[in-house]
């Protein structure tokens, strides 16, 4: 069965440096989005990503969050001045139309010290 | 702001028991909502439920859409240890395609 795989599963960095997170959704699929979720809290929105255009972007997605899709297989989420309060798990879903489904990817999560 | 709410935050239970996990909302031009099992990672998707789609079974789990209450209920009967995990109520709504997620119910299901 397809399946939305992301790398790497774990990404430690000090604060201020620049992390990539990579994603690569399932084949046939359309519509990419990252969310994020901080340990203990809820899951939340940060992105959503069509025809090489941001659709949607939460608060959260400030100047310092970038998304691209650099090929026709990888979607990723660069945050270009990491702070402490980026540490979360980070999810990448996709889905191949707007109202149905989402499928998530199993996470990266993110430590910044 | 879309909101949603879930119900009971956490819930231990034996084998063989029934649980009903609870999700109310408050979205703006409701479009769907959909319920995922969050082991240890990803959520994983378990049903999707909208204005012409307002109950699904699939086994042993179940799940209903009140449209007049903005609210849904899951419910898993015989309960196996392999059901504990937590289970997370999202909303689509407005014209975009992003999920609102509640805060999840942390199901515990002793042997």
């Known amino acids: 069965e397809p399946e939305v795989t992301q790398t790497p599963s774990h990404q430690v960095t000090q604060m201020g440096q620049e992390v990539i997170l990579r994603c690569v959704p399932i084949s046939n699929h359309l519509y990419f989005y990252w969310y994020r979720q901080i340990l203990g809290q809820k899951v939340e929105f940060l992105v959503s990503?069509?025809?090489?255009?941001?659709?949607?972007k939460s608060e959260i997605f400030d100047d310092q969050f970038s998304v691209e899709r650099p090929d026709g297989s990888n979607f990723t989420l660069k945050i270009r001045s990491t702070k402490l309060e980026d540490s979360a798990m980070y999810f990448c879903?996709?889905?191949?139309?707007?109202?149905?489904?989402?499928?998530f990817g199993p996470g990266t999560r993110l430590t910044v010290t | 702001e879309d909101k949603v709410v879930q119900s009971p935050l956490s819930l231990v239970v034996h084998e063989g028991d029934t649980v009903t996990l609870n999700c109310s909302y408050e979205?703006?031009?409701?479009?769907?909502l959909l319920w995922y099992k969050q082991e240890k990672k990803a959520p994983t998707f378990l049903f999707m439920l909208t204005s012409s789609g307002i109950e699904k079974k699939s086994g042993r789990l179940s799940s209903i859409l009140d449209k007049k209450e903005l609210s849904s209920i899951l419910n898993i009967t015989a309960t196996q240890t392999g059901d504990s995990a937590i289970y997370l109520c999202?909303?689509?709504?407005?014209?975009?395609?992003?999920?609102?997620f509640g805060g999840g119910t942390r199901l515990m299901v002793k042997p």
């Open positions: 990503f069509y025809n090489n255009e941001i659709s949607e």
């Open positions: 879903a996709s889905n191949p139309r707007p109202g149905v489904e989402q499928y």
């Open positions: 999202a909303v689509g709504g407005n014209a975009g395609n992003m999920l609102t």
């Open positions: 979205v703006t031009n409701f479009r769907s």
